[in-house]
């Protein structure tokens, strides 16, 4: 890795495992938790973290598309005890060779309106089985799920989706990051009320911030995604490892005068006479433009700030205070034990989940097991 200019992405596999671990621990005894590995499993790579869930018990998996469920599925294939559930269900489809692929791969599609309940019935029906599904009932979100007058309509209507085997009802937290939003207390009001209508069927609406916000919130299957990939959304003290580790060398070092201006549109002005390093990292890279000026980075121990606007595949630093002790191809931290997911974002002004999907889609990942 050394003396080379490339950027090298390290997930720590033993990490991923250990999180599984430490949020299995907090819920009850009869509580599954279930893994969302949606967006090549936030960035740290689906195909290991599906193996590395599946080794530590995980049988429930969540994932975004269709297309995502067949990798899961392509990954998983000689595992014939998962149940992989896709959110974003049967809207938008509308061809044949789709709906048969949920029903004869026994995908579980969570049905987010009632047009997509007729039609997993209609398939049902035609083939005269019965096929499993979520029912996903909006409480706040308004993004998906069943609204509250399509609900009354579907409760008055049950009897005509006899073919359906609901695998459970869900809703979706929209503000379990914050504990002092009332909105989580409605949410969790009106889903009870929803619960109450299906007694015999498993009940889920916990993401990865309600599994921390309180533990009336777990039900039956929790559906946990950022937090096995070492953000922790709600900034709780909790066992939680950083699985990403995000290291790349030093291009160039060069000296620069005091008043010099640094990176487009000239946003950062010397107030001494300054040494500059530039790292081969950039937005295209998935560090955001909107650090630019207000982030760091670890150079040789040495927390060093990021100087003018991020350029699309380079960085600048101010490494003046260390310049004696750095070198050409001395490696930088920009993520790792001195610089986390969490503190990137919060510099970022973004979230930790723009972080890790972002960074993790253009750099050529290495598993390993850290002690």
């Not at 720590?12 to 907090?26: E, G």
């Not at 499993?132 to 579907?154: P, V």
Request: charge should be negative; charged fraction near 20%; glycine fraction near 8%.
């Amino acid at each position: 890795m050394e003396n080379s200019y490339t950027s090298g992405l390290c997930i720590d596999i033993s990490a991923v495992r250990h999180n599984y671990r430490t949020i299995n621990k907090l819920l009850e005894p009869q509580t599954t938790c279930g893994v969302v590995i949606k967006a090549n499993a936030y960035g740290v790579g689906m195909e290991a973290c599906a193996e590395a869930f599946y080794a530590e018990g995980c049988r429930l998996f969540f994932v975004a598309s269709l297309d995502e469920a067949l990798e899961l599925k392509s990954i998983l294939q000689n595992q014939n005890d998962i149940n992989i559930a896709v959110f974003h269900g049967l809207g938008g489809l509308s061809d044949g060779a789709s709906l048969d692929a949920f029903a004869k791969l026994g995908l579980i599609p969570v049905l987010n309106s009632l047009h997509e309940i007729e039609l997993w019935q209609a398939v049902a029906s035609k083939n005269n089985t019965q096929y499993s599904a979520m029912l996903h009932i909006d409480t706040g979100m308004e993004r998906l799920g069943l609204t509250n007058q399509e609900f009354q309509t579907f409760l008055n209507n049950q009897d005509k989706f006899t073919n359906i085997n609901w695998y459970s009802v869900m809703s979706h937290l929209a503000c379990a990051d914050d504990p002092e939003n009332p909105m989580t207390e409605r949410q969790y009001q009106d889903f009870l009320n929803i619960k109450a209508s299906f007694p015999d069927i498993s009940a889920s609406l916990a993401n990865s911030a309600g599994v921390f916000y309180d533990a009336k919130l777990h039900f039956d299957i929790e559906r946990v995604g950022a937090a096995m990939s070492g953000f922790n959304p709600c900034n709780t003290k909790i066992d939680i490892k950083p699985v990403m580790f995000l290291h790349t060398p030093i291009l160039n070092i060069h000296h620069v005068l005091k008043g010099s201006t640094v990176g487009y549109g000239a946003t950062h002005t010397c107030k001494r006479n300054t040494v500059i390093a530039t790292i081969p990292v950039g937005y295209a890279d998935g560090y955001l433009r909107s650090a630019g000026n207000k982030s760091s980075v670890w150079v040789n121990g040495t927390k060093c700030s990021v100087i003018g606007r991020i350029s699309m595949d380079l960085i600048t630093i101010d490494i003046t205070d260390i310049a004696e002790q750095t070198k050409l191809g001395d490696l930088v931290e920009i993520l790792g034990q001195n610089q986390t997911v969490d503190s990137l974002a919060k510099d970022a002004g973004s979230i930790g989940y723009e972080i890790l999907t972002s960074i993790g889609k253009n750099h050529s990942r290495t598993y390993t097991t850290m002690p």
